[in-house]
Nanobody, 119 residues
Framework: QVQLVESGGGLVQPGGSLRLSCAASGNFRSINTMAWYRQAPGKERELVATVTSGGSTTYADFKKGRFTISRDNAKNTVNLQMNSLKAEDTAVYYC?????????????WGKGTLVTVSS
């Protein structure tokens, strides 16, 4: 059973910062690309950022410069540092990973962590 568990969400004022973390656990061999997505109320889920096992990153255009994705392969974790937060960043943030298990590579989602940006 593979699980992704996010943490670090909460309430923050506009202009503030938050650091989200996601830890993978269970029976698997390795993790390929890890990513953060978000879903704002009434909107579709959208990609925020990705990071490969080698550390290469991609960002949605409007996130670049404010958000930084990173991972620790030894700990099977991925983080999202979010700075200069705006009200429109309010959303549930989801961790996603492509995980290699014996004879199978699947993609997994965490349950999400809520980020609320409000004064």
């Amino acid at each position: 059973q593979v699980q992704l568990v996010e943490s670090g969400g909460g309430l923050v004022q506009p202009g503030g910062s938050l650091r989200l973390s996601c830890a993978a656990s269970g029976n698997f061999r390795s993790i390929n690309t890890m990513a953060w997505y978000r879903q704002a109320p009434g909107k579709e889920r959208e990609l925020v950022a990705t990071v490969t096992s080698g550390g290469s990153t991609t960002y949605a255009d409007f996130k670049k410069g404010r958000f930084t994705i990173s991972r620790d392969n030894a700990k099977n974790t991925v983080n999202l540092q979010m700075n200069s937060l705006k009200a429109e960043d309010t959303a549930v943030y989801y961790c996603h990973a492509h995980i290699n298990q014996p004879g199978y590579t699947g993609h997994y989602w965490g349950k999400g962590t809520l980020v609320t940006v409000s004064s």
